[in-house]
């Protein structure tokens, strides 16, 4: 394998990047789910179910979204075994975010949406009692969340008696 490596050197540093750390990160699994719509100055609620870790670790739980062409945006954490949220300043009056009884979810809570308020919002998490909350090593696929006024009503569809024109035919 070290013969391998010296002649294949970029290859190897690649294999070290991308596939070990994937043999790692595959260990806990994030899975966001909520409404896709959500009317102006309503509250969104977006739960995050956490699986394939031990229910003993401790983790840092945390939302962050990324508006339509923009970066990310931390929204915010909390700790699995505490109630200390950290939060990002701007948004800090309107962001809860909550753990369950168990480890397994935590959730978020944002109040009075507005249009600025549409992104794809990931859950995210960082094991470990020694973990912080500035960078996640765990993430969901995300979900898109629309803050909209339209209806989500479908169209109404009539059945239509035949003509007298087309009977006689």
Not at 37 to 50: M, R
Not at 53 to 78: M, T, V, Y
Not at 130 to 140: E, L
Request: net charge positive; proline share 6%; glycine share 10%.
């Amino acid at each position: 394998m070290d013969l391998l490596c010296k002649n294949m050197k970029h290859l190897c540093f690649f294999l070290l990047l991308v596939v070990a750390p994937r043999w790692v990160v595959s260990q806990v699994q994030l899975q966001e789910s909520g409404p896709g719509i959500v009317k102006p100055s309503e509250t969104l609620s977006l739960p995050c179910g956490v699986s394939g870790g031990s229910s003993s670790d401790n983790f840092w739980g945390g939302w962050i979204r990324q508006p339509p062409g923009k970066g990310l945006e931390w929204i915010g954490s909390i700790y699995s075994s505490r109630t200390t949220i950290n939060s990002n300043p701007s948004l800090k009056t309107r962001v809860t975010i909550s753990k369950g009884t168990s480890k397994d979810h935590f959730s978020l809570s944002l109040k009075s949406v507005t249009a600025a308020d549409t992104a794809v919002y990931y859950c995210a998490a960082n094991r470990g009692g020694g973990g912080t909350n500035s960078y996640f090593y765990y993430w969901g696929q995300g979900v898109l969340v629309t803050v909209s006024s339209a209806s989500t009503k479908g169209p109404s569809v009539f059945p239509l008696a035949p003509s007298s024109r087309s009977t006689s035919e």
